[in-house]
């Protein structure tokens, strides 16, 4: 008989109906290895999986990287880990990619996934850091041939509850990319002022309804009213927008709350400084003749990119830049809606 403690079976999480709804029920989904078929099914109907995330612009990416066996990349911004398989894969076992991931809640679960795929590493390097970072991986292991950074959050933490990063779910507001630095946005609204909160909802994501929304802020901390969870913060929203009696209200209440969920997640996550120094650092960790892409989802990243680009084009740093953004195939963004407002750029170092 076998002496080893024998684990308790574990029963899978009961729903209530013919479906499950909630993040945690859909067991189905967060098994996409066992139950392709089902995965397969939520996928065409448009959605993404539970506790999975759909990689845009596969191809677009591998077009213009040109990756070849024995070269070096890195993935800036690992996630899931579908952009880097398919990286890897690329390489045929000869080269290495390094993959760079702040989430420390996701890092170890996509790390699992790829080992699983066969990517060992022999050929993969899972680095967790911010990909301001990125010049701490240069340092060890020398200048690279190609560099992805994917600036999207992934579907995981969008569609997880736990993490807040939806207005949509129930869920504390937090919104950090890593949850264990910083301040969530919840306490982030308990101490910004006014003209604080008004111009963070202007500048990242242009919100026409800042104004009210700050000063409704205000007013809920001035009443002792709790902004904790995604609720309370949708909720004071729609009340606000609702006593502006606007044409489209619902579409108009959506809209907003989107936005300043945005806003608040580039806040907390200081998601412009860090792509600033991210940027900045980039001709430095590619080698001469290397190429760099990159997926923006918002005008003010797009923007910066755009910026540095050109900037550095000018300067003689870049040799090659794209002059026009790369968007998704109609069919694509038919099968995966978040690619709808996906841009891609990039850029080519000048070879020395």
Same mark, same amino acid.
């Given at each position: 008989?076998?002496?080893?403690?024998?684990?308790?079976?574990?029963?899978?999480?009961?729903?209530?109906?013919?479906?499950?709804?909630?993040?945690?029920?859909k067991?189905?989904?967060?098994?996409?290895?066992?139950y392709?078929?089902?995965?397969?099914?939520?996928?065409?109907?448009?959605?993404?999986?539970?506790?999975?995330?759909?990689?845009?612009?596969?191809?677009?990416?591998?077009d213009f990287?040109?990756?070849?066996p024995?070269?070096?990349?890195?993935?800036?911004t690992?996630?899931y880990?579908?952009h880097?398989?398919?990286?890897?894969?690329?390489?045929?076992?000869?080269?290495?990619?390094?993959?760079?991931?702040v989430?420390?809640?996701?890092?170890?679960?996509?790390?699992?996934r790829?080992?699983?795929?066969?990517?060992?590493?022999?050929?993969?390097?899972?680095?967790?850091?911010?990909?301001?970072?990125?010049?701490k991986?240069?340092?060890?292991?020398?200048?690279?041939?190609?560099?992805?950074?994917?600036?999207?959050?992934?579907?995981?933490?969008?569609?997880?509850?736990?993490?807040?990063?939806?207005?949509?779910?129930?869920?504390?507001?937090?919104?950090?990319?890593?949850? +264990?630095?910083?301040?969530?946005?919840?306490?982030?609204?308990? +101490?910004v002022t006014?003209?604080?909160?008004?111009?963070?909802?202007?500048?990242?994501?242009d919100?026409?309804?800042?104004?009210?929304?700050?000063?409704?802020?205000?007013?809920?901390?001035?009443?002792?009213?709790?902004?904790?969870?995604?609720?309370?913060?949708?909720?004071?929203?729609?009340?606000?927008?609702?006593?502006?009696?606007?044409?489209?209200?619902?579409?108009?209440i959506?809209?907003?709350?989107?936005?300043?969920f945005?806003?608040?997640?580039?806040?907390?996550?200081?998601?412009?400084?860090?792509?600033?120094?991210?940027?900045?650092?980039?001709?430095?960790?590619?080698?001469?003749?290397?190429?760099?892409?990159?997926?923006?989802?918002?005008?003010?990243?797009?923007?910066?990119?755009?910026?540095?680009?050109?900037?550095?084009?000018?300067l003689?740093?870049?040799?090659?830049?794209?002059?026009?953004?790369?968007?998704?195939?109609?069919?694509?963004?038919?099968?995966?809606?978040?690619?709808?407002?996906?841009?891609?750029?990039?850029?080519?170092k000048a070879?020395?």
């Amino acid at each position: 008989m076998d002496n080893k403690e024998q684990q308790p079976h574990k029963r899978r999480v009961r729903y209530k109906g013919t479906h499950p709804r909630t993040f945690a029920e859909k067991y189905k989904e967060h098994n996409p290895e066992k139950y392709k078929d089902t995965i397969e099914k939520v996928i065409s109907k448009g959605s993404t999986p539970a506790g999975m995330h759909i990689s845009i612009c596969v191809k677009e990416i591998l077009d213009f990287l040109e990756i070849k066996p024995g070269q070096t990349g890195i993935d800036a911004t690992l996630g899931y880990g579908g952009h880097t398989s398919h990286m890897l894969e690329c390489l045929k076992g000869k080269g290495h990619i390094h993959g760079l991931d702040v989430d420390p809640i996701e890092i170890e679960k996509t790390k699992t996934r790829l080992v699983k795929a066969g990517f060992g590493e022999d050929i993969l390097t899972v680095w967790q850091m911010n990909f301001a970072d990125i010049d701490k991986v240069v340092d060890k292991v020398g200048q690279v041939d190609f560099v992805l950074a994917d600036l999207g959050v992934s579907s995981m933490q969008i569609d997880n509850p736990e993490r807040g990063f939806s207005y949509k779910i129930e869920g504390p507001l937090d919104l950090r990319l890593n949850p +264990e630095k910083g301040i969530s946005a919840a306490e982030r609204l308990m +101490e910004v002022t006014r003209d604080e909160l008004e111009g963070m909802l202007v500048e990242n994501a242009d919100e026409p309804y800042a104004a009210e929304i700050a000063r409704a802020v205000m007013k809920a901390r001035k009443k002792k009213q709790k902004l904790e969870t995604t609720t309370e913060l949708r909720n004071l929203i729609e009340e606000t927008l609702m006593e502006l009696h606007l044409e489209n209200p619902k579409q108009e209440i959506k809209k907003s709350c989107q936005r300043t969920f945005q806003a608040l997640r580039i806040d907390v996550n200081s998601e412009f400084e860090v792509l600033e120094e991210f940027l900045g650092k980039l001709p430095d960790v590619l080698a001469p003749g290397g190429k760099a892409a990159i997926l923006t989802f918002h005008s003010g990243e797009d923007r910066m990119v755009k910026q540095f680009f050109k900037e550095y084009k000018k300067l003689g740093i870049y040799q090659e830049v794209a002059k026009d953004v790369i968007r998704p195939s109609a069919e694509e963004c038919v099968r995966n809606p978040r690619a709808k407002s996906t841009k891609m750029r990039w850029a080519v170092k000048a070879k020395e």
